[in-house]
Structures are given as C-alpha cells and as structure tokens.
C-alpha cells in the first residue's frame, strides 16, 4: 500500500509525463504536416512533368517506351496526310 503522500507524487509524476508526451506528440505532427506540404508540393511538381513527357511520347508515338512500329507510324502518317491534304489534287 502506498501513502497518499507517494500516491499524490506519482500522480504528479504520471501527470508531468503526459503533458510532455502531449507536446512531444504535436510537435511530430506539425514537423509531419510540414514534411507532407513540402512532399505534396514536389509530387505535384513531378506529376506536371511527367504529364508533358507522357503527352510528347503519345504525340511523337513513342507510347511504348520508343517502341512504336514502324507500321504505326507509317498509318498516323498517312492519316494526317489524308487529312490535310487536297482532296481534289489527284482529278487535275
């Protein structure tokens, strides 16, 4: 059995350890959100990148890694030809 004296110490004690476990705690979530803006920030940042060189190998068809046949490129071709071309330039 404790005296009140040693139960009111250790309830000092208990107290003291739980306001500076508490301030630990918000410490680690302020630096933690600090951390995640700086990550969510430099995601962003690499998401954009990746967006245009994704958009310029769709564009320039190298979707596979530069690994577009031959016989794709020929066709894309041959479509935006088609496309933009004279439609009457052969009856002449």
Do not use: P
Not at 27 to 50: L, T
Not at 66 to 90: I, M, P, Q
């Amino acid at each position: 059995e404790l005296s009140e004296e040693e139960k009111m110490a250790r309830l000092r004690e208990m107290q003291q350890d739980a306001e500076l476990h508490e301030e630990q705690r918000w410490q680690r979530i302020k630096k933690a959100s600090a951390s995640d803006a700086i990550q969510a920030e430099k995601d962003s940042i690499k998401s954009s990148r990746n967006f245009l060189d994704e958009a310029n190998r769709s564009v320039y068809g190298a979707e596979g890694g530069g690994n577009a046949s031959v016989a794709d490129t020929l066709h894309r071709r041959s479509h935006y030809r088609e496309k933009f071309t004279d439609k009457n330039a052969f009856r002449r």
